[in-house]
């Protein structure tokens, strides 16, 4: 056999393997579909995604809530992992977060995380969304209704544990008359925080109401009261930004007493870096946003819940202050803590 029959031998060879390659290349792109099914069954596909569903956050934030922001970033991660369309949406008044959750329902959306704050004002919109066959969590406030509601999940702090930590902190400080500062009357969350103070807290605890809608308000009204009684040692306030305001009343009245809040941000940790605020209670609103939209997902995907429908998933209190606040303010500066 002599050299120059070779090519000739070898061409119907190349030309098989050219064809094969291009029958394989023909079954992968039919199989598309395929693969994205595979996906949302949580089955690893190359490049494919899981199948697109939307989720509706429901809070009752105020405008301007620098809180509620580090929850919106942990709920918008979750939801660009899973391939969500997030929808969300706030108001403080229940009967208008009520609206919202009815809106959602409406929209037909694949699944409900909500707050509840005013859980009676909620309890019938919840039973429609469960009527309709729409998954519903809770997150932030409502740890001790979620279940009397029939919610699925529930993520975030148990407020009366947390405050009554944070009353044994104070005796461990040794305060001895403290003010409770709540920003929205008859948030349950925020009365629990305060009771459970009060319950473990060896002095004197009052309770002073501000319109936390209004800052100017709030500094107005909380100089008042530490200029009405200077035997207040300790301020105790609810809320990152209201903790922010609360310094500007201590000096404004002059007081020598300290200052310990519920809830940070990025200002407030350098708040306390500087002792201007002595600590904070994290209750991780970042994981809360987070928790609640991804357990939607593996819920709608594979049927899991966590806690089975009888535990809450706590994501807090857990404490900062100057012993830790260096490692908690890297994270704060991104507007995750």
């Known amino acids: 056999m002599d050299r120059s029959s070779r090519p000739r031998r070898i061409a119907p060879v190349i030309a098989a393997v050219a064809a094969a390659t291009l029958l394989v290349v023909g079954c992968s792109s039919s ?20 199948p697109r569903m939307t989720v509706a956050l429901i809070t009752h934030a105020a405008p301007g809530d620098t809180f509620w922001d580090t929850i919106r970033k942990g709920a918008q991660a979750a939801a660009a992992k899973d391939n969500i369309k997030l929808v969300y949406s706030s108001d403080p008044n ?14 037909k959306v694949d699944g409900i995380a909500v707050t509840l704050a005013k859980p009676d004002a909620l309890k019938d919109v919840v039973s429609k969304a469960k009527a309709a066959n729409i998954p519903v969590v809770g997150l932030n406030s409502g ?6 509601l029939g919610l699925l999940e529930f993520f975030g702090q148990d407020e009366s544990v947390a405050g009554e930590a944070f009353g ?3 005796n461990a400080l040794g305060a001895k008359h403290a003010v409770c ?13 305060c009771d459970g103070v009060k319950k473990t807290f060896s002095g004197k605890t009052d309770t002073l109401y501000v319109n936390g809608t209004d800052m100017p308000s709030v500094k107005a009204t909380i100089t008042a009261k530490l200029k009405q009684d200077n035997s207040i040692d300790y301020v105790v306030t609810l809320a ?4 922010l305001t609360a310094v500007q009343s201590l ?12 809830d940070l941000n990025k200002d407030l940790t350098k708040a306390i870096h500087n002792n201007t605020v002595q600590f904070a209670v994290d209750q991780q609103p970042y994981l809360q946003g987070y928790l609640s939209v991804d357990s939607l997902w593996v819920y709608k995907s594979n049927g899991n819940y966590s806690g089975g429908g ?11 202050d100057k012993s830790n606040i260096d490692k908690v303010a890297q994270f704060a500066a991104k507007g995750t803590r």
């Open 31 to 50: 199989s598309g579909g395929k693969k994205s099914e595979d996906a949302g069954n949580g089955v690893s596909a190359g490049k494919a995604t899981t």
């Open 94 to 107: 229940a009967a208008n977060q009520a609206n919202l959750v009815q809106n959602a329902i409406d929209q």
């Open 143 to 148: 740890v001790s209704e979620w279940k009397e």
């Open 168 to 170: 044994r902190r104070l």
């Open 181 to 193: 500062v709540v920003q929205e009357q008859g948030n349950i969350g925020l009365t629990q925080r």
């Open 240 to 243: 990152a930004p209201i903790a």
């Open 251 to 262: 000096s404004d009245a002059g007081s020598k007493a300290k200052l310990a809040t519920f």
């Open 310 to 320: 009888e535990q809450a998933v706590l994501t807090g209190p857990a404490f900062v």
